[in-house]
């Protein structure tokens, strides 16, 4: 069930999903809230989205008894509703293949970047930059980037280099929609990037397009409760043009039926694979971080797809989570790459172990993971990073392992690089 909002007025009434923006012009009353079925809900958020809203001019007690009516009939109505989602797909159920330390030193060694370059990008005034995601797009290095200025919220930009240190901004991708379920957050990434470990880091596409994930919302600030998970495509995802978002989003909530207790308050980042072995039985698999009252703690689950646009959660848990000593606890913003037949996540952690900061966990079949207890790749050690170094987007090029992250401290939040190999000595421009 979802929460739909009456925004009443002399002889009028607007049925509009909760979070949509209120009425623009004339009196009226706001916020006569009741449950609604996800799809009821859904339809008049769409209708409202096309700028016809449900309006209906009736005389006051008809119109209070046609509301009542309406909280009746959406009681009654959810069974017709309770199929509108596929069912959560059960995890394996032979146990997993543990990792074993050996392995998991070795992709340590491979993967860890001790030297720390310095920040490669910036906002401008009363701007901050997050989660960076970097591709190859013919010889070119692209960064699709998000960013949030004066406090409104996120949305999604692209950058380009020609040696992965020197970055260009080039523009927005994914604007405010201003209205909707995404109307003030349009948080993006890529998908269907190149897993493999020493690829080309060029975008696949599905149906002749390139995609984006991306967490979008409807309240202003930075990431504020509920988030939901869409998705947009594109013909070339080096042009600075709007992405197009598909009229299914969004595809995954907190909303629906089938939702599992990780995810129960919000949905954040995702990272979308195309498992060519379609070892799941899925061409497509996500991973992505939730968020589960009471005390907002994060863990990472999996959904999987055939199209792209409807969407399976697959097990009935998360299959990363962490806790410590604080009650809460964040495992987010997974990257997924694959050294050898080891399947290798990237993501952040953060208050489970003092800081923020990115570490990793591998697995054999995507599904079962063991998490490395090591050092981490990046933590706080510069005045720059000194509050939190997470986020991670990881990639080996020429023989050298690039580790950008989320910085935040003395610059603000920005985006910083560390490296496999020292590579201080090359010139260094004002990003």
């Keep these: 069930m979802a929460t739909c909002r009456v925004d009443a007025g002399p002889g009028t009434a607007f049925l509009v999903p909760e979070h949509s923006p209120g009425r623009q012009s004339g009196r009226g009353a706001r916020g006569h809230l009741f449950k609604v079925p996800n799809g009821l809900c859904r339809l008049f958020g769409r209708l409202q989205s096309l700028h016809f809203p449900m309006r209906f001019t009736l005389p006051p007690l008809r119109r209070f008894a046609l509301l009542c009516l309406l909280g009746v009939l959406a009681t009654a109505s959810a069974p017709l509703f309770a199929s509108d989602r596929p069912a959560v797909i059960p995890f394996p159920s032979a146990p997993g293949k543990v990792v074993p330390p050996s392995v998991m030193q070795q992709i340590h060694d491979e993967v860890k970047t001790p030297n720390k370059y310095g920040v490669v990008l910036k906002g401008g005034e009363g701007e901050l930059v997050d989660c960076p995601n970097v591709f190859r797009h013919g010889d070119t290095w692209y960064m699709m980037y998000v960013a949030i200025k004066d406090k409104v919220g996120y949305e999604t930009y692209l950058a380009r280099s020609e040696d992965l240190l020197h970055w260009e901004k080039l523009g927005k991708i994914l604007s405010f929609r201003r209205e909707g379920w995404d109307a003030w957050q349009a948080d993006g990434g890529i998908a269907l990037y190149d897993t493999q470990w ?201 023989g050298v392992v690039y580790h950008y992250y989320c910085a935040v401290g003395s610059e603000g939040r920005v985006i910083a690089l560390a490296t496999s190999r020292d590579l201080s000595g090359r010139e260094k421009k004002q990003p």
């Design 198 to 398: 020493n690829g080309r880091h060029a975008l696949g596409r599905h149906g002749g397009r390139y995609w984006l994930s991306y967490i979008g919302g409807a309240k202003q600030g930075y990431e504020p409760d509920p988030l939901a998970i869409g998705l947009a495509h594109a013909e070339d995802p080096a042009a600075i043009a709007e992405w197009t978002r598909l009229p299914e989003n969004p595809v995954l909530h907190s909303d629906q039926g089938d939702v599992r207790a990780f995810e129960k308050t919000t949905l954040y980042k995702s990272a979308i694979i195309r498992d060519t072995a379609e070892s799941l039985g899925w061409p497509f698999v996500m991973f992505y971080n939730g968020k589960a009252p009471p005390d907002g703690h994060e863990a990472i689950g999996m959904a999987v797809s055939r199209d792209l646009r409807t969407w399976h959660r697959y097990g009935s848990d998360s299959i990363i989570h962490n806790k410590g000593e604080s009650r809460w606890a964040i495992s987010g913003d997974p990257q997924i790459t694959k050294i050898g037949d080891v399947w290798v996540m990237f993501y952040f952690g953060a208050f489970w172990k003092p800081d923020a900061f990115d570490t990793f966990a591998c697995s054999y079949d995507l599904v079962n993971w063991t998490m490395w207890d090591g050092p981490h790749l990046v933590a706080p050690s510069e005045p720059y990073d000194k509050q939190f170094a997470h986020k991670p987007w990881v990639l080996k090029h020429d």
